[in-house]
Nanobody, 127 residues
């Protein structure tokens, strides 16, 4: 069982930056692939970024490439999402998620690959 708690959301102007954190409970954090998803009002939850267990492989949806960076610190049981050059269309509730070992990169992009989810943190980008 893994419990995930996100933090770092808030209100920011377009062009600004935020860093989201996701703290995980348990002693097996390093065995989980991690992902960030987001859900805007009236829209389906969508994949944002993913990172492999050791942090050596990262994955991004096209709309955030070059602006967002996912990273993890296994010693601190924490995964991060650095978000730069934010746009109003980035406004959403952001969720982190944990998955048992992922062996296919395409699986990071699918919400069904993840067994554990945080409660979400709101990110609002004003124009």
């Amino acid at each position: 069982q893994v419990q995930l708690v996100e933090s770092g959301g808030g209100l920011v102007q377009a062009g600004g930056s935020l860093r989201l954190s996701c703290a995980a409970s348990g002693h097996t954090f390093s065995s989980y692939g991690m992902g960030w998803f987001r859900q805007a009002p009236g829209k389906e939850r969508e994949f944002v970024a993913g990172i492999s267990r050791g942090g050596g492989n990262t994955y991004y949806t096209d709309s955030v490439k070059g602006r967002f960076t996912i990273s993890r610190d296994n010693a601190k049981n924490t995964v991060y999402l650095q978000m730069n050059s934010l746009k109003p269309e980035d406004t959403a509730v952001y969720y982190c998620a944990a998955s048992p070992p992922i062996y296919y990169s395409s699986s990071y992009f699918r919400s069904g690959s993840y067994d554990y989810w945080g409660q979400g943190t709101q990110v609002t980008v004003s124009s």
